[in-house]
């Protein structure tokens, strides 16, 4: 399996992930069930899953009533956008094996 497809299978994963926790947490909370720490959120969105999460903060209308999940998950997602640039073009070669 190569890098790009790793890291797809990878990312992928983490915005179904962000994506169901929202919906799970929503349902929850409409049961008055025990509910998902909302540090849970934002560590899935930074570690990759942050389009899945505010994806699925929209779709479910869950937490956006919450100002730091409305401007920091896209804050998140703005900081991944500018590191994946720097890093595609930056002036060294980082080579996999």
């Known amino acids: 399996m190569d890098v790009i497809t790793l890291l797809s299978v990878y990312f992928i994963a983490l915005n179904l992930i962000g994506f169901a926790l929202m919906g799970i947490d929503k349902y929850k909370a409409k049961k008055r069930a ?51 640039i720097v890093l595609l073009n930056a002036p060294f070669q980082v080579s996999i094996l």
Do not use: C, D, N
Request: proline fraction near 4%; aromatic fraction near 20%.
């Open 34 to 84: 025990f509910r998902i720490p909302e540090a849970t959120f934002f560590i899935v969105a930074i570690i990759g899953g942050s389009i899945g999460s505010i994806i699925g903060m929209y779709a479910f209308r869950h937490k956006t009533r919450h100002w730091y999940f409305v401007y920091g998950m896209p804050f998140i997602l703005v900081i991944q956008i500018i590191l994946i």
